[in-house]
């Protein structure tokens, strides 16, 4: 299992990034995928998930309404678009997906928010 993710940098408050995360070594369309942050000095929090089909998502309360998460089952990929990025956005961000053994995690991509 591999995941790999992509689109992090400096942003601008108010701004908007899109991150991606490939998956490769399972079904990727069999599984949840969801993306976490993990900001210093904090614990990782979940952003947000989508189920295996891409029908149902759920999100923090935080981001509710500025991020959306998506998925393209044809090329492995999910995605999260960030909008309205605030300073309190800036952490690492990770993709994840859960199987019963165990969950699997990316490896992170930067995401600053400041001016």
């Known amino acids: 299992v591999q995941l790999v993710e992509s689109g992090g940098g400096l942003v601008q408050p108010g701004g908007s990034l899109r991150l991606s995360c490939a998956a490769s070594?399972?079904?990727?369309?069999?599984?949840?995928m969801s993306w976490y942050r993990q900001a210093p000095g904090k614990e990782r929090e979940l952003v947000a998930q989508?189920?295996?089909?891409?029908?149902?998502?759920n999100y923090a309360d935080s981001v509710k309404g500025r991020f959306t998460i998506s998925r393209d089952n044809a090329k492995n990929t999910v995605y999260l678009q960030m909008n309205s990025l605030k300073p309190e956005d800036t952490a690492v961000y990770y993709c994840?997906?859960?199987?019963?053994?165990?969950?699997?995690w990316g490896q992170g991509t930067q995401v600053t928010v400041s001016s």
């Open positions: 994840s997906t859960r199987f019963p053994w165990r969950d699997y």
């Open positions: 989508i189920n295996s089909a891409g029908g149902s998502t």
């Open positions: 070594g399972f079904t990727f369309s069999s599984v949840g």
